[in-house]
């Protein structure tokens, strides 16, 4: 895969995953097992439609899979997509953590300098 196209993945999950409903979406579908939009929509504070370009969103990142029920589509997470993914934040997050502390390292010796310099005058 092109580290371009890797990207735009990575674009697309975090958007996919920066969205509070989203994140409410696949905690249900979690506890639940499955759901339709109409199902998800009775619980969540958004239109139906909403909920279904919700889905859409998640089922193009690969964190749902949707299967026919009927004139509905049943949803559930890919587990497999969703381990991904979270590995995938956690190696973010934890290269994040590397960079915070490499700044504070640099922060504090810039204030000892000035603490020392402040000592000798």
């Not at 975090?14 to 979690?30: E, H, K």
């Not at 958004?46 to 026919?68: E, F, I, N, W, Y």
């Amino acid at each position: 895969m092109s580290t371009e196209m890797a990207e735009r993945i990575d674009d697309d999950l975090w958007s996919a995953v920066g969205d509070p409903t989203r994140r409410r979406m696949l905690d249900l579908l979690l506890m639940q097992g499955e759901g339709t939009a109409t199902t998800l929509g009775q619980q969540l504070p958004v239109t139906r439609q909403a909920v279904a370009k919700h889905l859409s969103v998640l089922d193009r990142v690969g964190l749902v899979r949707a299967s026919p029920a009927g004139r509905e589509k049943r949803y559930r997470v890919d587990e497999a997509q969703l381990a991904r993914a979270v590995a995938q934040l956690s190696s973010v997050g934890a290269a994040w953590d590397a960079r915070l502390q490499r700044i504070k390292r640099i922060a504090e010796r810039i204030q000892n300098t000035q603490q020392e310099k402040r000592q000798e005058d």
